[in-house]
């Protein structure tokens, strides 16, 4: 399954890296909304953007850097760096800390996520990187339960502990035992991947390497040539492009669910809780599916057609007023989800040479944290203002062939975010087809 030991190794090394960073992320979190007593909302805010922002403006240097240093160390050091900051997150008792440590926390994850990423083709054979991508997918977001658990299990085991005094010297209170916790899960992946044996780049390339970073213009030549490739290589600009603008339709599912769920569906706090359990079994289901029948299939044509497959079922899920009809178009959603995740990864580890993979990654990861930040912020904007201008010219209710259909703002916005993933999907499509054109005449 796991296509060779190293793998597994590395996969090892993600699982509980990704568990201790969920768990770092709710201490976080809970930490921010402790300190920020008084404007709980602004501390969480600002905490959790400074773990958005360094991808806009680091994440192709970091590409650029990934590809010209040895990715075992870049990636040991990172997971050093990271548990050395998790350690001293107990003693923080600023907002500004916090955002300062979160900013640093994000630029060594922007490292450490395209080094490995670069890194997995080289140990993984081609006909298993499908079941590699898959199970990374599992390794990075199916740990989220278990580092709930454990902060949970750190919160009651604190009652315990914080009524003596060397407990609180030690700050062994709830968030503290997560952030101890967070550390060593990044010493233990540290020492996961430095006992791994990634294979060694060749002299030709070290050298070339070497005499590239003795020119001070170099890294802009080479961040420009990332994005040059990025958008000419036919798969690797569908790819991008798909994954991108399918999330900036996707994304808004995330904070419209809940409106959706109450007042269309009366369902209140458990619809919502009914959304995000279907969305996560379809993107499990999705991921499965792809795994045991990758070898049948034409990624890049299923890839695509998964896009446009998500536009229909987002619309379809919009459309409905019965909550098991809903859930099932949501579980839809989540296939496609999971198929066009896990085949887009493998479409750039199969088309991207060793050279160029650490900034087709950044790149990638900076479009995708874009879109997702510009949809969650979007989303809400979009709900209110179509809400308005419907009740405004229809009082919410239009017919259509003799039907009277209720149209407040959220089921707008959502058939608009269907119709820009259907959007995506087709300009895929297209951009796959201009690229054959291309290859056939030359």
């Not at 795994?291 to 497959?309: D, E, G």
Request: net charge neutral; proline share 3%.
């Amino acid at each position: 399954m796991f296509g060779s030991p190293e793998f597994f190794r590395l996969w090892l090394a993600q699982v509980v890296s990704a568990t201790g960073d969920w768990l770092g992320l709710l201490a976080i979190s809970l930490l921010a909304i402790r300190v920020g007593s008084g404007s709980e909302g602004a501390a969480l805010s600002m905490v959790l953007a400074a773990r958005i922002i360094p991808g806009f403006f680091f994440g192709p240097i970091a590409g650029v850097l990934v590809d010209r240093w040895n990715r075992k160390r870049v990636m040991v050091t990172c997971d050093v760096c990271r548990a050395l900051v998790m350690i001293s997150l107990p003693f923080v008792d600023t907002i500004w800390g916090l955002v300062l440590a979160s900013l640093v926390l994000e630029a060594f994850t922007m490292l450490w996520s395209p080094a490995k990423e670069a890194s997995v083709p080289n140990l993984v054979p081609e006909e298993n990187l499908t079941t590699a991508n898959s199970l990374s997918v599992v390794a990075a977001y199916g740990t989220f339960p278990l580092g709930a658990a454990l902060m949970v299990v750190f919160g009651r085991l604190s009652t315990a502990l914080f009524s003596s005094a060397w407990a609180d010297g030690l700050r062994l209170d709830e968030e503290g035992l997560a952030f101890y916790a967070n550390s060593l899960t990044f010493l233990v992946a540290a020492f996961l991947i430095f006992t791994l044996p990634l294979p060694a780049r060749s002299k030709d390339e070290r050298e070339a390497a070497s005499s590239q970073g003795r020119k001070l213009a170099h890294p802009v030549d080479e961040l420009r040539e990332g994005f040059r490739f990025a958008f000419q290589n036919p798969v690797v600009r569908t790819v991008n492009m798909g994954l991108a603008t399918g999330l900036i339709g996707g994304g808004m599912l995330v904070p419209l669910g809940a409106i959706y769920a109450t007042d269309l569906l009366d369902a209140g706090e458990s619809g919502y809780g009914y959304f995000i359990t279907a969305l996560g079994l379809g993107v499990a289901t999705g991921v499965g599916i792809i795994s045991f029948s990758q070898r049948r299939l034409n990624k890049t044509r299923v890839f695509t057609w998964a896009l446009v497959a998500a536009a229909f079922f987002l619309a379809a899920s919009a459309s409905f007023i019965r909550i098991h009809v809903t859930v099932t178009m949501v579980f839809g959603i989540g296939i496609c989800a999971g198929t066009v995740y896990v085949l887009g990864f493998t479409l750039l580890h199969e088309n991207v040479g060793d050279d160029m993979r650490g900034r087709i990654f950044a790149t990638l990861y900076t479009l995708v944290r874009t879109c997702v930040l510009f949809a969650l912020a979007l989303g809400p904007l979009l709900e209110e203002t179509l809400d308005r201008l419907s009740k405004r010219f229809w009082e919410r209710n239009i017919e259509v062939f003799g039907l009277d259909i209720y149209v407040p703002g959220v089921r707008l916005t959502l058939w608009l975010a269907s119709a820009i993933i259907l959007v995506a999907g087709v300009v895929a499509v297209a951009s796959l087809r201009a690229g054959d054109l291309s290859e056939e005449r030359t």
